[in-house]
């Protein structure tokens, strides 16, 4: 099955920049780059996706590799409310619709 | 509020059991896919639909099964129900078509199954 992977945890301080990398080895060429984020005891929730360009949106910007072999979430200034499990995922038909175990960020004040 | 509602929030029942999970998907969204998150794990892709007919398969026991209604809501049974099988159960939609995925997964905040 395809799969991407994430660093398990991360760290932050609040009003900085957080980076949040995701390696996609087994991309094909039309599948979408998604990511969501996920609060204790809530669904996850919609962030951002992309083909191939970089993509920016209210809530962050998404810096696609040239070769779609990577990305990075970019968070640009994390709050306190931004301290979640962000997963990435490239979404194709079939069995390439589960989510990894994803990165849990931590924004400390 | 993502506009999916899931039905009901909890759920505890015994092994052997047989319970229904209900998902009303966004307006307008015709792809519903179920998820399946234990403790401490990821999600789980059990199966989704698009307008009506099953369109892939992920990890799904055989004791479960899935439909969704001509008016786009989609229920999970669980049958047989077993210790292991305590989870939450996600609901999502989109509007995607069943061969791109150029939209966003809209998710429900999930039915909490406890077996005992």
């Known amino acids: 099955d395809a799969k991407t992977t994430q660093p398990n945890s991360m760290e932050s301080n609040e009003e900085e920049p957080v980076h949040l990398p995701c390696n996609h080895s087994?991309?094909?060429?039309?599948?979408?780059i998604h990511w969501y984020r996920q609060l204790p005891s809530q669904g996850p929730e919609y962030v951002i996706h992309?083909?191939?360009s970089n993509v920016n949106n209210r809530m962050a910007s998404l810096a696609i590799a040239e070769d779609r072999k990577s990305s990075t979430l970019i968070l640009h200034r994390a709050t306190l409310r931004d301290a979640a499990v962000y997963y990435c995922?490239?979404?194709?038909?079939?069995?390439?619709?589960?989510f990894g175990e994803g990165t849990q960020l931590t924004v400390n004040p | 509020d993502s506009g999916v509602t899931q039905t009901p929030k909890h759920l505890i029942t015994a092994t052997g059991q047989r319970v229904t999970l209900r998902c009303s998907p966004r307006?307008?969204?015709?792809?519903v896919y179920w998820y399946q998150q234990s403790l401490d794990q990821g999600l789980q892709f059990l199966i989704q639909?698009?307008?009506?007919?099953?369109?892939a398969k992920g990890n799904i026991l055989e004791r479960f099964s899935a439909q969704q209604f001509p008016d786009l809501h989609s229920e999970l049974n669980l049958s047989s129900l077993e210790l292991g099988d305590s989870a939450l159960y996600f609901c999502?939609?989109?509007?995607?078509?069943?061969?791109?995925?150029?939209?966003?997964?809209?998710f429900g905040n999930g039915t909490r199954l406890t077996v005992t």
């Open positions: 999502a939609s989109s509007v995607a078509t069943e061969s791109s995925y150029n939209s966003p997964l809209h």
């Open positions: 087994t991309i094909s060429g039309t599948d979408y």
């Open positions: 992309g083909l191939t």
């Open positions: 995922i490239d979404l194709a038909s079939g069995s390439r619709l589960t």
């Open positions: 307006s307008g969204d015709l792809s």
């Open positions: 639909y698009y307008n009506g007919e099953e369109r």
